[in-house]
């Protein structure tokens, strides 16, 4: 014997549709007036309908060319949903139908219904049921919404999945078990958060990120060399080791200092970015330990592609527009620049567009307007650049001075010189001299300039996003040769300003590098040694402040008026920018009347320190090794006399003195050398 139908696996009844009813009503002869008069008629019986009325059979009206039929809807109470779920009755409750049953004809329904309530009849004895059509017979349409107790369809379902219908009766029950549902999925979502704290510790308990000596692994990464370490559980600890620093007091462990968790922040930096020990240190040393987390962060991505656009040739509004008719995605790069367009995506190579063929735009980073907009050149003036290549700078000069006055492009770089040619002539820029020179002797060659422009060549810790290379080949002795070349040509760059010039008188100084031997100790050797120079600001508005003190060194007070741009702060490219005003003459000009005269060569040699810098170890021993106490005596008693100079004293009271020890120094030196032989 099959399975009968009511033992199949119930469902939720689809939802009734009044429209499909009053179709099929006008399809078994119903009137489209007569269907709708129904429809509005049960709706209207719906919605008065008491909660709390007794169990009765309704009635309906015959049709219209129909005969009156006296079957009997089943009844039910009109209590809520879960009030008729506790008080209903074996014998009153009808069996659901399932889904299948819900699809057939109501001749199918009707047979169910009359086998399992034919015992139920209304007050007149007629039994109750739908009859056998539920659509042509004539009985009311039947909503279970209201007055039939809802059903459970499966083991697994709970009244919550049935389909209720939001009443003034139940709605303090169905907000409640919301209430009950939205509270259960808070307690399951914090659970999930504590499951997560175990291994990110964002719970606010002590994260265990030191680990003791004997461990076999550090931390969860495997100390062995041949394997490469976890870079998830290396990022998971260094956001930990972060915020312990941020908060030591509360957050470290007993025992641990703050040298302990700065050396493993450190060594898991170097892990994660690929940094070298000395480099990662130094640049660790600019920041607090959650900002130079982001630094470190920002130099692993590549900053935006910008164009400047050359307004000898066109305006930004109309290369803007002939861009986007070329399907390129740009806007202004900022308010502080009027020449600057951000490029964000770009159909077309930028290199090589009839745009900048014709030289309207020339392809530049957003940090490198900064120090002409600084220098701020005037009309009619006489500008020096230094270090000139590619042309950026010096075409942005240009184009500044709208091609009057006078331009001296110089680079020690003969081939780099090409390129700065070529910029110069596609951009349209007449005023400019290219030049090859060591900038270090220009002012041998040429000064009075009005102002001059020196971008030095630096170690690039700005630019670690354009050129990854500098994380590992950067050394300490790097940062010993490089703020020795700078503060030479700094001191040439003030050297060839004109003081008097009623214009200018101005040299900006800029690297493109973060470190602080290059930039504020630079600063300061030139303040010290050019005591006829002042920093001014710079006129850019914004940036961060300079540094005054460092690792216990303290600088000028006016260092203040320089400027530092960082990757995570500005998006733009690592870069200082400081500004001096020459307000007298050099001192080995020439200029300072009050100083006794002495030997040109000699004033040259103990101001300006023009010693090439050794490129190889053997240059290197040959011109910093082998020190011969007896000659260093000559150079001693010249810095003396140097020092007496600067004091008003007169350096020729001790001249005898001074001529003794040469002859001696000359006695010692022709004895090595007759030994040597």
């Known amino acids: 014997m099959g399975v009968g139908r009511r033992m199949k696996k119930q469902g939720p009844p689809e939802p009734l549709d009044e429209a499909h009813f009053t179709n099929l009503k006008r399809k078994a002869g119903m009137s489209v007036t007569e269907s709708r008069a129904e429809a509005q008629q049960y709706a209207k019986k719906q919605r008065t309908s008491a909660s709390g009325a007794e169990k009765r059979i309704r009635k309906k ?15 039910t109470n009109g209590l809520p949903a879960t009030q008729q779920k506790a008080k209903k009755k074996p014998e009153a409750v009808p069996l659901p139908m399932s889904d299948d049953e819900d699809m057939e004809e109501d001749s199918d329904a009707a047979d169910l219904m009359n086998d399992e309530f034919d015992d139920l009849s209304g007050s007149d004895g007629t039994p109750g049921g739908l009859g056998d059509d539920f659509l042509d017979s004539g009985s009311e349409v039947y909503d279970s919404g209201e007055d039939h107790p809802k059903a459970m369809f499966s083991d697994d379902e709970d009244e919550s999945d049935a389909e209720e219908k939001l009443t003034a009766a139940n709605i303090a029950g169905l907000s409640r078990k919301l209430d009950e549902q939205m509270l259960q999925e808070a307690e399951d979502a914090q659970a999930e958060l504590e499951d997560a704290a175990m291994q990110t510790n964002i719970a606010g308990d002590r994260p265990h990120i030191l680990e003791d000596e004997d461990d076999e692994d550090v931390g969860g990464v495997k100390t062995n060399a041949l394997l490469a370490p976890d870079l998830q559980l290396l990022r998971t600890r260094i956001n930990d080791t972060v915020r312990v620093l941020d908060d030591f007091s509360n957050l470290s462990e007993e025992g641990r200092s703050r040298a302990e968790y700065t050396a493993q922040l450190l060594k898991d930096i170097c892990a994660y970015y690929g940094y070298s020990q000395y480099l990662a240190e130094k640049l660790f040393n600019l920041f607090p330990p959650k900002e130079a987390f982001a630094f470190f962060e920002a130099n692993e991505t590549a900053r935006p592609v910008v164009i400047r656009t050359n307004t000898l040739r066109t305006h930004r509004r109309d290369l803007a527009t002939a861009l986007i008719n070329r399907g390129v995605t740009l806007e202004p ?24 063929l014709a030289g309207q735009y020339i392809l530049q980073a957003a940090s490198s307007f900064l120090p002409v907009m600084a220098l701020a050149p005037q009309e009619n003036e006489r500008v020096l650049d230094m270090a000139s290549a590619p042309g950026g700078k010096t075409t942005h000069i240009a184009a500044l001075m709208k091609n009057t006055g006078c331009i001296f492009a ?69 940062f010993l040769m490089l703020p020795h070349l700078q503060k030479q040509l700094l001191l040439a760059a003030i050297d060839s300003v004109d003081h ?26 030139a303040l010290t040694k050019r005591p006829n120079v002042k920093l001014v600001e710079t006129g850019l508005v914004f940036g961060k402040e300079g540094f005054t003190a460092y690792m216990g060194k303290n600088f000028d007070k006016s260092l203040k008026m320089t400027r530092r741009y960082y990757p995570h702060a500005y998006n733009v490219d690592g870069f200082f920018v400081s500004k001096f005003k020459k307000t007298g003459p050099s001192p080995g000009a020439g200029g300072n009347a009050s100083a006794p005269a002495v030997k040109k060569d000699v004033d040259e040699e103990l101001l300006v320190d023009r010693r090439p810098i050794p490129q190889t170890d053997e240059d290197e021993d040959e011109a ?39 002859e001696e120094t000359t006695k010692t030196r022709t004895k090595k050398a007759v030994e040597d032989k």
């Open 624 to 662: 910093f090794g082998g020190f011969d106490e007896d000659e260093d005596e000559v150079y001693i008693e010249r810095a003396k006399k140097n020092l007496m100079k600067r004091k008003g004293l007169d350096p020729r009271s001790n001249k005898g003195d001074a001529k003794k020890k040469g």
């Open 61 to 75: 009206k015959p049709a219209a060319g129909k005969e009156k039929d006296n079957t009997k809807k089943p009844f």
């Open 500 to 525: 008097s010039s009623k214009t200018g008188g101005y040299i900006v100084y800029s690297t493109c590098s973060v470190t602080v031997e290059e930039n504020e100790q630079v600063v300061q050797y």
């Open 333 to 356: 790069v900022g308010k502080w620049s009027k020449v600057g367009l951000q490029i964000f995506e770009s159909g077309v190579p930028l290199g090589a567009t009839p745009e900048y």
């Open 410 to 478: 110089n680079d020690s770089n003969k081939s780099r010189a090409k390129g700065l040619i070529g910029n110069i002539h596609r951009m349209g820029v007449k005023n400019t001299i290219v030049c090859n020179y060591d900038a270090r002797e220009f002012p041998k060659v040429m000064g009075g300039f009005d102002r001059v422009l020196l971008d030095a060549p630096c170690s690039g810790t700005g630019v670690i996003a354009k050129d990854p290379s500098v994380k590992t080949n950067k050394t300490e002795k790097d």
